[in-house]
Each structure stands twice: as C-alpha cells, then as structure tokens.
C-alpha cells in the first residue's frame, strides 16, 4: 500500500476510533459507583492530564495568549459540559444504559430548534420530517418503559434533560471555536469542566473518595478513552473528512453501545425499544442531511443549525 492509500485510509480509522471510544464511554459510568458528578470529576481530571501536552504544544505553535475576553467561551462550554455529564452519568444508574445514552444524543434536535425558534431560521420540510420521526421515536421508547413500570422514570428525565445540555455545549462551543483552537478550546473546557462538576459534588455533599478500585479505574478509563483518545481521533477525522461523513456515522454510537449493554451489563431491550431507538436516530440523520446543505445553498444565519454537523465531535 503507498503513501497516498495511507493518507486516505488513516482519517476512516480514526473515525473508526472515534465510534469505538465513544461507544464504550457509557459503560464506564454504568460500573461506576460514584455520583455522577463525582464520575465527571474524575473523568476530566484524567483527560486534562492526558490532554496537557497537545496543550502546551499547541500553544507553542503561536504567541497568542489564551487570557482574553473569549475565554468565556470554554469556561460556559465547560458548565454546560459539567451539567450534561453530571446528568447522563446519573441518568444511566435509573434507566437502560440504551435509552439514557439514545436520550443524551437528541442534543442536535435542541440546537436546531434553537435555531429556529431564537435566531429564526429557515428550517426545511426535510427537517421537521426528521423531527417528527425522532419525536415519536422517544415516545415509543418512553412509554415503552412507562408501560413496564408505570411511574416517573427519573433516569429518562435526566436523560432528557441531559440532552438538553449537551445541545447547549454545542451553542457555546460554536462561538468559541471561532477564536480558539480544537485543543486549546477542548483542554480549557476540560478544565472548567472539572471545577464545575467538583464544585456540584461539594454542594451536594456527595463523597469524593471511598470508593472500590473499579470505580476509579472506570473513571480514568473514561477519561483516557473518551476524553483524550475519542476527541483526538475524530478532531483529526473531522480536519480530513467532510461533516456529511462523520456525522451520520457517529449515530451508531448509541447503537454499538446499546449491543454492548447485552453482555457487559445483561440489559436486554424490548422490540419497541429498539423500533422506538431507530426511529430516533432515522429522525436525526434526516436532521442532520437537512442541515448538512452546501454553502451556496444555505440560508443566511445556517451556519448555528449547522453546528452540530461541523463542529467537533461530543466528549460524552
């Protein structure tokens, strides 16, 4: 194989990379024992120690300097963040790892009709058609649990809620990443991230250590795997590889990791789960191809309900 066919074959394996990272990220908050908070924490302490050298490096490459007004960016990016995770990694311990993860990724439905809503976006049929699918999508799955257990599912409105956040992180994130740099915006978010969720845990009095062996290692674990390893893979894959590519595939992520849940976790899904779970993520590919226009194309002011589909990939 000669140079070329390497260059053009690596981005598909660090997309690949990045698929795999991301999908076995939940299972690192479901054997955790730890407060989701207290998960978080740890998880951005490892991933700030693992990102600090690309860090540093990436500001060696200029004589920026990273204090000025925009900081704001990554530090809001990093509340948001703490507040997702916070909620998807307490999410996973009331609910199926499946339907909290499936929950946490409707974020880009939030970010669109953001879009529409505040900053009044034209939005196409494609759109509200992929909506429509993606909303009965969560129905199905909804009552589907409500059916077995006919009472308030705190793990799917955390989940919910989650996705709420996440979509909020990737607002903030599109700002920010007009000033910063990939690396520098995702190490100070990192770190933000981390002092926000320390600081929840303290007001909620939750423990911050204690904890068998197991729980710290699925911190770390997730630290080095979807914080460090994850990010930098699709960050790499997304400089190299169009939006329309990288986007649709990462739906397979709540896809893998629910399969996954299988045998790691012994979670079996119902039939209308997995009907409900495909019609959600069929509505959010629609999303995104609505979205995902070429330039010439685009409306004034698509470049927000574009975010999800050309910004960085999520750290969660």
């Excluded at 978080?40 to 920026?64: E, N, S």
């Excluded at 939030?110 to 999508?137: C, D, N, P």
């Excluded at 129905?139 to 599912?153: K, R």
Aim: hydrophobic share 50%.
């Amino acid at each position: 194989m000669n140079l070329l066919s390497n260059r053009k074959i690596l981005p598909y394996l660090a997309l690949l990379a990045g698929l795999l990272a991301l999908t076995i990220s939940p299972l690192f908050a479901a054997w955790s024992t730890a407060s989701g908070p207290v998960f978080a924490f740890y998880r951005m302490v490892t991933g700030a120690v693992i990102l600090l050298p690309f860090f540093l490096r990436d500001r060696a490459a200029d004589d920026l300097p990273v204090l000025r007004w925009y900081i704001i960016f990554p530090i809001l990016g990093g509340l948001a963040e703490a507040l997702d995770l916070s909620t998807w990694a307490t999410a996973i311990h009331y609910t199926s790892l499946a339907t909290g993860t499936l929950l946490n990724n409707t974020a880009p439905i939030w970010v669109a009709l953001t879009a529409w809503l505040v900053f009044k976006e034209k939005l196409g049929g494609l759109f509200w058609v992929g909506l429509a699918l993606a909303v009965a999508g969560a129905g199905i799955v909804l009552s589907s649990d409500f059916i077995y257990n006919p009472s308030l599912n705190l793990g799917n409105l955390l989940g919910a809620v989650s996705g709420l956040f996440y979509g909020l992180y990737y607002l903030i994130t599109q700002q920010g990443r007009r000033y910063l740099s990939a690396v520098r915006y995702t190490y100070i978010m990192t770190l933000s991230t981390g002092v926000f969720t320390l600081f929840f845990s303290l007001v909620l009095g939750y423990r911050l250590t204690g904890f068998p062996l197991s729980t710290y290692l699925a911190s770390i674990g997730a630290g080095v795997v979807a914080q460090s390893t994850g990010f930098l893979a699709l960050a790499y894959a997304l400089g190299q590889l169009s939006a329309s590519t990288v986007s649709p595939s990462m739906l397979l992520q709540p896809v893998f990791s629910a399969l996954l849940a299988i045998p790691l976790l012994h979670q079996l899904l119902k039939p209308s789960q997995w009907v409900g779970g495909l019609a959600v993520l069929g509505g959010i590919y629609l999303l995104n191809r609505s979205l995902n226009k070429p330039p010439a194309a685009r409306e004034p002011g698509d470049g927000l309900s574009s975010v999800f589909v050309e910004q960085d990939p999520p750290d969660s």
